[in-house]
């Protein structure tokens, strides 16, 4: 259901895709432009392997669903959440389904075209071997739902908030940063790398691209969507946990 919703616009999507590839082509050149300053490589990148992250990046922006969502907190302010409550299937994962579905329409129509333009205009610098891919696919997923698994928090909090807009801000701008969607985190320093290695934001974008590209492999790549899979336990128990507590002390007025 979620696949066939998101399915129905066409024209979003459309645009999305557009303005994705025009972002790909400003920060892969930006990234193309600051290797070169930093003398041919930087942080393990050379042109094209910096080039080929910027646009892995945009293609996944939309599938990990990086900016977020807000329709749970919404039905939490309006009174809806009481619907959900009352259907005979669990909320966290029926909303969970519908992302699933969402992401896998955006993969292609949202996540292709950008790559499709970094390999004519810059190149892309990807593995020859299935391998990568397979364990890249399973990264993935686990991105997606370590993603809405963080989101499903943060919506969450609609139960004690009257306004999520200051708690939406810094979810987004932590998320952006600490994820590696503007730059890889392997450019941080130590002391903000090892900071982001303590949240799950790693694992939306920096752990599938490095499966991906084969920057991590064998045990390393395995070590890594460990770690996803650790976050995606523990942020789902802690999203049942706190659903729980807040729907304990839900009042609808009306109806």
Same mark, same amino acid.
């Given at each position: 259901?979620?696949?066939?919703?998101?399915?129905?616009?066409?024209?979003?999507?459309?645009?999305?895709?557009?303005?994705?590839?025009?972002?790909?082509?400003?920060? =892969?050149?930006?990234?193309?432009?600051?290797?070169?300053?930093?003398?041919?490589?930087?942080?393990?990148? +050379? =042109?094209?392997?910096?080039?080929?992250? =910027?646009?892995?990046?945009?293609?996944?922006?939309?599938?990990?669903?990086?900016?977020?969502?807000?329709?749970?907190?919404?039905?939490?302010?309006?009174?809806?959440?009481?619907? +959900?409550?009352?259907?005979?299937? +669990?909320?966290?994962?029926?909303?969970?389904?519908?992302?699933?579905?969402?992401?896998?329409?955006?993969?292609?129509?949202?996540?292709?075209?950008? $790559?499709?333009?970094?390999?004519?205009?810059?190149?892309?610098?990807?593995? =020859?071997?299935?391998?990568?891919?397979?364990?890249?696919? $399973?990264?993935?997923?686990?991105?997606?739902?370590?993603?809405?698994?963080?989101?499903?928090?943060?919506?969450?909090?609609?139960?004690?908030?009257?306004?999520?807009?200051?708690?939406?801000?810094?979810?987004?701008?932590?998320?952006?940063?600490?994820?590696?969607?503007?730059?890889?985190?392997?450019?941080?320093?130590?002391?903000?790398?090892?900071?982001?290695?303590?949240?799950?934001?790693?694992? $939306?974008?920096?752990?599938?691209?490095?499966?991906?590209?084969?920057?991590?492999?064998?045990? +390393?790549?395995?070590?890594?969507?460990?770690?996803?899979?650790?976050?995606?336990?523990?942020?789902?128990?802690?999203?049942?946990?706190?659903?729980?507590?807040?729907?304990?002390?839900?009042?609808?007025?009306?109806?």
């Amino acid at each position: 259901m979620g696949f066939r919703r998101w399915s129905t616009y066409r024209l979003a999507t459309a645009a999305g895709a557009f303005t994705n590839t025009i972002f790909g082509l400003i920060k =892969a050149y930006i990234t193309i432009g600051a290797i070169g300053a930093a003398g041919g490589t930087l942080g393990g990148y +050379d =042109a094209v392997t910096g080039a080929t992250y =910027a646009w892995l990046a945009q293609a996944l922006l939309a599938p990990v669903n990086v900016f977020g969502w807000q329709e749970l907190a919404l039905r939490i302010r309006t009174g809806d959440i009481s619907i +959900d409550l009352a259907r005979p299937v +669990d909320p966290q994962l029926a909303f969970m389904a519908a992302d699933l579905g969402r992401a896998a329409y955006s993969f292609i129509p949202r996540g292709a075209p950008p $790559l499709l333009v970094g390999a004519l205009v810059t190149g892309l610098a990807l593995p =020859a071997t299935p391998l990568p891919y397979l364990l890249a696919a $399973l990264s993935l997923l686990l991105a997606v739902m370590v993603s809405f698994s963080c989101l499903w928090l943060m919506n969450l909090t609609a139960f004690w908030l009257l306004d999520l807009r200051g708690v939406t801000t810094l979810y987004m701008v932590a998320c952006t940063f600490l994820s590696g969607m503007v730059v890889p985190i392997h450019w941080f320093p130590e002391w903000l790398a090892t900071a982001a290695a303590w949240t799950p934001f790693p694992s $939306l974008i920096q752990t599938p691209i490095d499966v991906i590209t084969a920057r991590a492999e064998g045990t +390393d790549a395995l070590m890594l969507i460990g770690t996803q899979a650790l976050w995606l336990s523990g942020l789902i128990i802690a999203g049942r946990l706190v659903f729980r507590t807040g729907a304990k002390r839900l009042v609808v007025q009306g109806g």
